[in-house]
């Protein structure tokens, strides 16, 4: 059973910031990409922030110089740290990752349940 846990996230005024932070647990054999979404009231989920296993990054051009991804693959962990937070990144922000359980399985994608950030003054 894999588990991806999200933590970190909370109530900041604009131009705050908040590390986020995802652990990963259970039967993983390997990770590859993971990477950081987000949810917004009324709004889709879309993809904030993604990090390979070589440590090569991508984001939303809407978080491009405020937001960091980064991970720990001995910790089966990533980050993310967001700085000068605007009202608009108000959303629930889910980890996902993409691993195998085990040298035989292909990989597949987990998520874990969330964590709320609210942005307001």
């Known amino acids: 059973q894999v588990q991806l846990v999200e933590s970190g996230g909370g109530l900041v005024q604009p131009g705050g910031s908040l590390r986020l932070s995802c652990a990963a647990s259970?039967?993983?054999?390997?990770?590859?990409?993971m990477a950081w979404y987000r949810q917004a009231p009324g709004k889709e989920r879309e993809l904030v922030a993604k990090?390979?296993?070589?440590?090569?990054?991508d984001y939303a051009m809407s978080v491009n110089g405020r937001f960091i991804i980064s991970r720990e693959n001995a910790k089966n962990t990533v980050y993310l740290q967001t700085n000068s937070l605007k009202p608009e990144d108000t959303a629930v922000y889910y980890c996902n990752a993409d691993l195998a359980v085990s040298w035989l399985s292909s990989a597949m994608s987990y998520w874990g349940k969330g964590t709320l950030v609210v942005v307001t003054s």
């Open positions: 990090i390979t296993r070589d440590d090569i990054t």
């Open positions: 259970g039967s993983i054999f390997s990770i590859n990409a």
